[in-house]
């Protein structure tokens, strides 16, 4: 039986995107279609599938080097009988899945490049803050600060939920400001955001004397992170959360739960492109089964994922009266 592309491109859909196991696309295209296609078939054509796509995978990871913003996550993953982590890598336009047997920095450098010029988007796990990374400009999401000082709040009494208290009211504040942006004065917002910066300085500041060892841990953590709180204030687009990152992680939790994960390496490698091509479409509104078929048609010159303009503006304003504008660091993103 000869299987034609618009078919193969179902298949790969359903399996990648919607988590279906080869055993349950094989049962549904036979009872829709007549379609009788042993499971080892299926999974050989996602192969071919993949090795055709993997020049669009390729523009996809080089188009991330050169943004602006990139939000990044991992979670956890088999391959065979080995620990992995699927991470993905993603921003408004464009999603990178990689699985890999490390949790290292090494995994964002093999992804976004040593030369990263944008701002990377994350959790305050210990591999976004390798020194390799330390010049790199950050936001740490403040969803899971956030979380964090909720769990204080629940567990503290008496004087000790009092810091707890303090740095939320701050941190609410500054999501606050920014959703007001539009309706303040420039003079205003930067008075304000200094304010906040202030603040900030003073509830972290080691000449503190914070008895509780959870509330010192936690004034330590936003020491370390100092610089990487409140970047959001000052530039457009910048979201103060890793929600978006988080969101492009949920189909493949669920495809964990659903279908396990992959027993080679090569259904790894097979699955994180496939994967990084379907949630891209389906970002740029790209009709998904149209564009696997003219990947597998147009052979060695794959239709391009990467032609969009993504929206970013510049800031204007510094992040401190000492800082260096963020302007100047990001003049050499193109996105």
Not at 232 to 250: H, K, M, P, W
Request: hydrophobic letters at 40%; glycine letters at 4%.
């Amino acid at each position: 039986m000869v299987v034609g592309p618009r078919a193969k491109a179902f298949a790969a859909d359903l399996k990648h995107r919607f988590g279906a196991s080869y055993a349950k696309i094989c049962e549904a295209l036979n009872d829709a279609f007549n379609l009788k296609v042993t499971r080892s078939a299926w999974c050989q054509a996602d192969q071919r599938l993949a090795r055709q796509a993997k020049p669009v995978y390729e523009a996809l990871i080089q188009a991330l080097q050169a943004c602006a913003v990139v939000h990044s996550d991992e979670t956890g993953w088999r391959i065979g009988t080995l620990s992995a982590w699927l991470w993905v890598f993603t921003n408004q336009q464009i999603t990178v899945y990689t699985i890999e047997t490390s949790r290292g920095h090494e995994v964002v450098l093999n992804i976004l490049g040593k030369e990263f010029k944008g701002i990377l988007v994350s959790d305050c796990f210990l591999a976004y803050d390798h020194r390799d990374l330390v010049e790199w400009l950050k936001q740490k999401c403040l969803s899971h600060l956030l979380k964090d000082l909720k769990a204080l709040n629940e567990t503290k009494t008496r004087g000790a939920v009092r810091f707890a208290r303090e740095v939320t009211a701050l941190l609410q504040a500054a999501l606050a400001l920014k959703a007001q942006k539009e309706q303040l004065s420039a003079e205003q917002y930067a008075q304000q955001a200094k304010n906040l910066e202030a603040q900030l300085d003073a509830l972290s500041d080691t000449k503190r004397q914070l008895t509780d060892p959870d509330n010192a841990r936690f004034a330590k953590r936003l020491r370390k992170h100092r610089e990487h709180v409140l970047r959001f204030l000052y530039v457009d687009g910048l979201d103060a959360t890793n929600n978006l990152a988080e969101r492009q992680l949920r189909p493949e939790v669920i495809t964990r739960k659903t279908n396990g994960c992959n027993r080679t390496q090569n259904g790894a490698d097979t699955h994180a492109i496939l994967g990084s091509i379907l949630a891209t479409c389906r970002q740029q509104s790209v009709p998904i089964l149209d564009y696997l078929v003219k990947l597998q048609k147009y052979g060695e010159t794959p239709p391009s994922l990467t032609g969009v303009q993504l929206p970013f503006t510049p800031p204007e304003t510094n992040l401190h009266d000492n800082k260096p504008s963020l302007e100047l660091a990001l003049s050499r993103c193109s996105c």
